[in-house]
């Protein structure tokens, strides 16, 4: 009669331990990142401001290296797995990114930059920033505009026709390698030059970078600094090499500026969709470019707090006169310290503040010395290559790395 009591005491016993075990199984996977991975609650992290909206506050940056269009060798490939990124990451630190060419030519002292100023970032988990299109590529461009950008070529072409001088100093002899100086020398782009164009006439002539004006809306690199108050989100750009930006969103409903008013950034509005701020920028002005894109571009961003430490931003971007139809392109920021990267100084370029003067103040020199018969025809000099300095996170597996 006792043992079986026993046997029955002993068998509750069991019973108790696993339901005791299931529960306990349960709730660790409840409570885990996997598990709740599809849940509601992993869409916003709950931090709100003390009036109430979600809290975007602080220093945010995407830490990891993506390629904004996804590249052939992953074609269908949408994501890399834990060993192609480690093997990925190891290529990337065993290439030099800006080595040095005939040491000491102007060549080499033009180049400016090299390994020590530039900064590699870790393989991202995704072949590509665009999203949509889902083979992360960027939609084709359209006629019009391939025939406007084909015209800017051109001209830019024209300007580089003579590179060298005349070996005889005749009375109007401007000859060159390539034939003589292009008659196009005094005309005007055919539409805003944001890059460089062969001769140093005015600031104009140069590029955006030059001339510490090369941020554009939308932004995938560098640090954004959140700031929020009850009716409006103000975010700091620090990009580039210093030539960070200002941008003021105002939340609540208010209306665009009119369509006759344009801005280099745009204008933009924000609204609260549920955890999520959706900012309408429109309004661009036609001198601020954006990979041929200008006045028409128009934006929707919606950016999402998704954690304590994360947050995500995902960018639609429209120009029917620019690319056939919208694409979009997703990134995921880290949160940084706000005490190791305090930003309270001002943006600053220091090189074309200085450099551009400079530039400018030689050409004129230049033309001095021809006049008086000493130096070579500044008309067939290339004043192009060579000047722009390559963006900070370059990418040493990326084309543009690879063709230097």
């Known amino acids: 009669m006792r043992r079986p009591f026993l046997q029955l005491i002993g068998v509750c016993v069991v019973v108790l331990a696993v339901i005791l075990l299931l529960k306990f199984t349960v709730t660790n996977q409840a409570s885990s990142p996997a598990a709740s991975a599809d849940t509601p609650a992993t869409k916003s992290s709950g931090l709100k401001t003390p009036w109430g909206e979600p809290d975007l506050q602080g220093i945010w940056t995407d830490e990891y290296q993506t390629p904004l269009q996804r590249p ?128 140093v006439d005015n600031p104009e002539d140069r590029s955006m970078s030059e001339r510490c004006m090369a941020a554009v809306l939308p932004d995938f690199g560098g640090f954004r600094r959140i700031v929020q108050s009850p009716a409006s989100v103000s975010i700091f750009y620090d990009v580039g090499q210093g030539q960070g930006w200002q941008r003021i969103i105002p939340v609540g409903g208010s209306s665009h500026l009119p369509s006759n008013i344009r801005q280099r950034f745009g204008d933009s509005r924000g609204r609260w969709e549920g955890e999520t701020l959706v900012v309408d920028v429109t309004n661009f002005s036609p001198k601020a470019d954006f990979m041929g894109s200008r006045e028409n571009r128009h934006l929707v961003e919606r950016w999402t707090r998704t954690g304590p430490n994360t947050l995500e931003y995902v960018v639609t971007i429209e120009d029917p006169s620019t690319w056939t139809k919208p694409w979009t392109v997703k990134q995921e920021y880290s949160m940084q310290s706000n005490e190791a990267n305090r930003i309270y100084y001002e943006p600053r370029c220091h090189e074309g503040n200085f450099g551009m003067p400079a530039m400018l103040s030689g050409g004129r020199v230049k033309d001095k010395a021809f006049a008086q018969g000493r130096g070579p025809d500044p008309a067939t000099l290339d004043n192009v290559k060579g000047m722009d300095a390559p963006e900070e996170n370059t990418d040493p597996l990326g084309a543009q790395a690879q063709a230097q």
């Open 72 to 199: 052939a060798t992953y074609a269908g490939k949408e994501f890399f797995t834990d060993e192609e990124r480690a093997a990925l990451d190891a290529k990337r630190a065993a290439i030099e990114l800006r080595p040095r060419a005939d040491r000491g030519t102007e060549r080499d002292v033009a180049g400016a930059y090299n390994q020590v100023y530039m900064s590699i970032k870790r393989t991202g988990r995704r072949t590509s920033l665009v999203v949509d299109p889902p083979e992360g590529k960027i939609p084709p461009m359209t006629p019009e505009i391939q025939k406007q950008m084909a015209a800017e070529r051109e001209f830019r072409l024209a300007l580089l026709q003579a590179t060298t001088t005349c070996k005889n100093r005749e009375p109007g002899c401007r000859g060159g390698k390539y034939g003589p100086p292009s008659p196009r020398r005094e005309e005007a782009p055919p539409r805003y030059s944001t890059g460089n164009i062969n001769r």
